[in-house]
């Protein structure tokens, strides 16, 4: 059972053009990074990338977006990224929006084995069209189907040789649920450890979720939003 | 006068009770978390996953791993709490946020809300917005009373493409505090120095007037 | 906010006859011994407990089994409890069993504010009776709802006053999802703690989701099934 | 002569492949972790909410805290997971655990299974049983061939109550190992010294030998 493999370029060696990726992460905060680098590096392309925003114009899912390698993205906000909204507008790109809420259950409902869940968001609205409507006690939801995806791809700060992670603050984000929804599930971590180094009671992640897992190198964790205050 | 984005904030606090768990939106609804009342403990929401959300860290201790639903660097609190973003949406959709205040570009007096896109413009998306206003037990609404043309916000039927339906239980704008009643808006309380009358003309939904109604005090 | 009560019989003092409750526990492993003794205290009566075993003849839910009070179990398993079996045959002791990922699914359900889910298990057997089946990619399902309760009782190993739990070891199993689900949820806990004690990463329910909570003592922490190897 | 339950445990094993997640019932299915052959590396599932389960603890290290869904006192190893039990039938549903190993009161040429229930007799519940086998990619049933009666429990029928229905791939009893087929049971090992003829007489659903069907070799 080696779960471990050298780089991101080991991880990702067989994502195809034309893949469905689940890319953890929230804004900037717990983004693979290095599984992105390495996918610009390799260049393939058609991809639909299943991810609760799509990075800034030089960063994140950015970088994927200048080399014209998505096709799709599918989120829930998509703001703060020029060259998105160049491709959109030109129909480059084609991008779905789901409520955030609706993006983490649908990732959640794959790892759970649930073929579809149903929802509160979006009843009534334009989200709701061509969905099943059925009312629970009164209370109108949709009905909404787990995700798939053939690759996922997510950032934890410790994991285990045997796939166990564990993430830091909210850059756990999307990450646990999309650990859960991948047919194959790629783990970079800032710490990779031994059997035994994490307390079983503390996983986020069990290791039979991840499939392979390598110790990123190089973060650079940007922060869109640098917010302080002065010490009195 | 009309009230200023803080006073609105700070009318807004008024709303909170000891024990409360609140989401506060983007824009003004953060600045609610600076005006909580003396003696009222709330816990505040961020749908990221943070349960006790802090002020922003003090200069040279921001991490870029603990931001909040606006991406800003914030702080934890002791009592915090992490999850992941499915048991964030799952303890909103349950009913457990007992307060979600928010911004809006217009709300109906059925308690529509469309505050996400708006046809012809770049569509960001709507984030978290449809699932709080889709679940909250109880939806404040904060806003000015009129877009930069003078055009009422306050509808009587949405026009642009909505976020959620008869979700909106208050509305906070520059002008006063209204409810959304079955009857459409209901004033309860109008800002310093305005008056019913410009109220009414600035209303293009239906609105009563309490017959309580006051002058709000800051 | 402070969600600190005394002690057990101050937890429950509100609970009535004919309420429904969850207790948490797998078989007598992270069961809320402090608040079975308190229930048994009061003598209420007529109760519906979801809960996945019904403890054996002296311990566990089986205490309230000797003194009647529960109308109905909704379980799992209900083995190794005399008197339970003698309740049942005599018809004084209504029972519904349920697989068990679907008792553990139904009770997240609720937590997530997921009226119903569409799951795998019973399909095509007597569990399926009157549920609707669907098919979802060639595969059928079971529509199961989410659980109603009034009270949802848990046992935790450390708490802070804030209502923040952490498990230890199996004693985890169905405790998480019940103390989601209860309109009230109630948490006895080994050690409770002032909020910062607590690793906010490793906070198992977050205390949104707990009411009361209190230091439960004594606890027996009985051992079914003793199986033990040799030192060589 | 037919195997003992050391033996049926023992051939059990030797479907074990590296890298597996495995998750052995109660009764037979559980001494199959005695015989995990060397170099294959496979993790113990129980599904009260471990991943990574050990040996029984030694004497006086019992914990009441740790055990498994026998309600044994267990052990963790390094590198295990706790989780609750809603995640642990998640990833059985989800296809995670690459086999289940169970026990059955009798076993239909279609793959149905009846295992929790004999009308009549005090039910005690289908506790993990259900799940496991509507949802486990690859089911192995570890059984006797015959019931104490003598009677044959690989039917053309189940006349017990179904735990699920078309799931079982493999059957290993005392007489033999089985798959489960379109057209019945196939028989492709058989125990040392037990006779393709006595196989066929105890066998009462669909039958077919395998053409290189042999003697299981221990």
Redesign the interface.
């Known amino acids: 059972m080696n779960k471990v493999v050298a780089n991101a370029d080991e991880a990702i060696k067989d994502i195809e053009s034309g893949a469905t990726l689940m890319l953890g992460g929230f804004g900037l905060c717990g983004i693979p990074e290095n599984c992105i680098a390495a996918l610009v590096r390799k260049g393939v392309n058609n991809l639909t990338c299943i991810s609760n925003n799509a990075g800034v114009d030089d960063f994140g899912i950015g970088l994927m977006l200048q080399q014209k390698q998505v096709k799709k993205m599918i989120s829930s906000y998509v703001g703060e990224n020029a060259e998105f909204e160049r491709q959109l507008l030109s129909g480059e790109l084609e991008v779905e929006l789901i409520p955030q809420g609706t993006l983490a259950t649908r990732c959640m409902a794959t790892g759970y084995g649930m073929p579809a869940v149903y929802l509160l968001a979006g009843v009534g609205t334009e989200v709701a069209e061509g969905k099943e409507v059925r009312t629970f006690k009164g209370k109108e939801y949709l009905l909404e189907e787990a995700f798939d995806s053939d690759f996922a791809i997510v950032k934890a700060w410790k994991g285990d040789t045997m796939g166990n992670l564990v993430f830091k603050d909210t850059a756990r984000n999307f990450n646990p649920m999309m650990a859960m929804a991948g047919k194959i599930t790629i783990a970079e971590v800032e710490e990779l450890v031994e059997p035994g180094a994490l307390d079983p009671n503390f996983v986020h992640t069990p290791g039979i979720y991840v499939h392979r897992i390598f110790q990123g190198a190089n973060y650079e964790k940007r922060i869109e939003q640098r917010t302080v205050r002065k010490k009195q | 006068m009309a009230l200023n984005k803080e006073q609105i904030a700070q009318r807004i606090a008024r709303e909170l009770q000891?024990?409360f768990?609140v989401n506060l939106g983007i824009g003004i609804p953060t600045l609610v978390a600076n005006y909580i009342p003396e003696g009222v403990?709330v816990?505040l929401?961020?749908?990221?996953?943070?349960?006790?959300m802090g002020?922003?860290?003090?200069?040279?201790?921001?991490?870029?791993?603990?931001?909040?639903a606006?991406?800003?660097?914030?702080t934890?609190?002791?009592?915090?709490?992490?999850?992941?973003?499915?048991?964030?949406?799952?303890?909103?959709?349950?009913?457990?946020?007992h307060l979600t205040v928010l911004g809006a570009m217009e709300v109906a007096d059925n308690g529509?809300i469309a505050n996400w896109k708006i046809p012809g413009k770049?569509?960001?998306?709507?984030?978290?917005?449809?699932?709080l206003v889709?679940?909250a037990e109880n939806i404040i609404v904060a806003m000015q009373h009129t877009n930069p043309k003078g055009e009422s916000k306050l509808l009587p039927r949405c026009t642009l493409?909505?976020?959620?339906?008869?979700c909106v239980k208050k509305i906070v704008t520059d002008l006063g505090v209204f409810d959304v009643t079955p009857d459409g808006f209901r004033c309860l309380e109008y800002a310093p120095g305005v008056t019913i009358e410009e109220i009414k003309q600035k209303t293009a939904g239906r609105l009563s007037i309490a017959e309580d109604a006051r002058e709000m005090a800051f």
């Open positions: 000891d024990g768990y403990n816990v929401q961020s749908e990221n996953g943070l349960l006790g002020p922003f860290p003090y200069e040279g201790e921001e991490d870029a791993d603990m931001i909040n606006g991406k800003q660097t914030i934890k609190l002791p009592g915090s709490a992490i999850f992941d973003s499915a048991m964030s949406f799952g303890m909103i959709r349950a009913g457990k946020v529509d770049m569509v960001k998306g709507m984030g978290g917005a449809m699932d889709a679940a493409p909505l976020t959620g339906v008869r």
